[in-house]
């Protein structure tokens, strides 16, 4: 039904879908010399599902914040982080060489052997992005009111949100003490 080059290119389209504001069909036309294809919705999301769990990838836009939203609850999401580390890392002292840093959006967080965290916001995908030494790279996109005064920060591949996986990797750090990340702004309490 498609040529392969139609396939290239529509599974790229797909890829990169979050380049687009909005991704709903793809008709390609009839030129002279040209193949015909059109393509619908349904065949779409059969392109841009997620191979390991066979469900479709649906990634409308890239954000439903606005700018100046988007910084007011960054900030709010960070300096919670940043608070909540440093409380935790001054009353465990089971961690040696661990140190925080928190500069201009990035916030470092080094516990030693255990490895480093970075989680740093990326304005102009609107976005956080988390550096894991446990379950590597993610990025994180900003569900909830358009307002941001609720919501949370979730992977959309897997659908677990920031603070989630924040307080999965490190209870198995921090396993003397108990650690509540979800409480935080933005946590998904």
Not at 94 to 108: C, F, H, K, N, Q
Not at 116 to 123: F, K, L, P
């Amino acid at each position: 039904m498609f040529s392969r080059l139609s396939r290239f290119a529509i599974r790229n389209v797909c890829r990169n879908q979050r380049n687009f504001k909005y991704i709903t069909t793809l008709t390609c036309r009839k030129l002279p010399r040209q193949i015909v294809a059109t393509y619908n919705v349904q065949q779409q999301r059969s392109y841009c599902s997620n191979k390991n769990t066979k469900q479709p990838t649906e990634h409308v836009v890239d954000s439903i914040l606005d700018h100046a939203t988007y910084e007011r609850v960054c900030v709010e999401t960070l300096d919670g982080l940043n608070d909540y580390f440093e409380k935790l890392l001054e009353s465990v002292e089971a961690i040696p060489d661990s140190d925080l840093e928190y500069s201009d959006g990035v916030l470092t967080v080094k516990l030693g052997k255990h490895g480093t965290y970075v989680i740093n916001r990326q304005t102009p995908n609107r976005q956080i992005w988390l550096s894991s030494p446990t379950s590597g790279p993610k990025r994180y996109d900003f569900v909830g009111e358009a307002s941001g005064v609720s919501g949370k920060w979730v992977y959309r591949h897997t659908g677990q949100s920031l603070h989630a996986l924040l307080q999965e990797e490190l209870q198995k750090i921090f396993n003397t003490q108990k650690v509540e990340f979800e409480d935080l702004p933005y946590g998904g309490r």
